[in-house]
């Protein structure tokens, strides 16, 4: 079956940068987009950006341009999200998606502190 | 940047009542690349409406997705104890934004 499978949780400190994995099986991976999206503590969701896995093309919210790479590994089938510079406000619970298929991952929370 | 915006904010209806929720656009949509969530506490979302019409695999029936263009509506024809949850809205063409969510309670 479809499966999108996250890495594991990461605590971070202020200014370092964060990697997480998503591992994508059951489909084949250049067929669809991938998505990130992150939801902070009792807020709503955020689109950060999303890859085509066929070539590699990226496309990044506003916001965060400049902080976050995509990348991917066609042969192991997996996206990476590298977040740099955190915040404290980038404390949230990361998640990779397709959207038009509703395949999402676990999630994965990523927690700033010092 | 186009800006999604849900009303009402909070919506307080009973089991069996309609639900419509709405979802407005800044700019068109482009290809009604738009859909629909539905998000309960400590879990992730779970896709309902994608295209803004089209109910995702394994999604009753009592739930439904209009509009085009600028204005989209998720209908619940009937609630369900299990409906009373968050409800966002997403628009997915080239980029991607997510509007603020609608929460539907008792």
């Known amino acids: 079956q479809v499966q999108l499978v996250q890495s594991g949780a990461e605590m971070k400190e202020p200014g370092a940068s964060v990697k997480v994995s998503c591992k994508a099986s059951g489909y084949t991976f250049t067929r669809y987009f991938i998505h990130w999206v992150r939801q902070a503590p009792g807020q709503g969701l955020e689109w950060m950006g999303s890859?085509?896995?066929?070539?590699?093309?990226?496309n990044f919210a506003q916001t965060l341009q400049g902080r976050v790479i995509l990348a991917r590994d066609t042969s192991t089938t997996t996206v990476y999200m590298e977040l740099s510079n955190l915040k404290f406000e980038d404390t949230a619970v990361y998640y990779c998606?397709?959207?038009?298929?509703?395949?999402w991952g676990q999630g994965t929370l990523v927690t700033v502190s010092s | 940047e186009v800006v999604l915006t849900q009303s009402p904010g909070t919506l307080s209806l009973s089991p069996g009542e309609r639900a419509t929720l709405s979802c407005r656009a800044s700019q068109s949509v482009s290809s009604n690349y738009l859909a629909w969530y539905q998000q309960k506490p400590g879990q992730a979302p779970r896709l309902l409406i994608y295209?803004?019409?089209n109910r995702a695999t394994g999604i009753p029936d009592r739930f439904s997705g209009s509009g085009s263009g600028t204005d989209f509506t998720l209908t619940i024809s009937r609630l369900d104890p299990e409906d009373f949850a968050v409800y966002y809205c997403?628009?997915?063409?080239?980029?991607?934004?997510f509007g603020p969510g609608t929460k539907v309670d008792i």
């Open positions: 997403q628009q997915y063409g080239t980029s991607s934004t």
């Open positions: 890859i085509n896995p066929g070539d590699g093309t990226t």
């Open positions: 998606l397709v959207i038009s298929q509703g395949y």
């Open positions: 295209g803004a019409s």
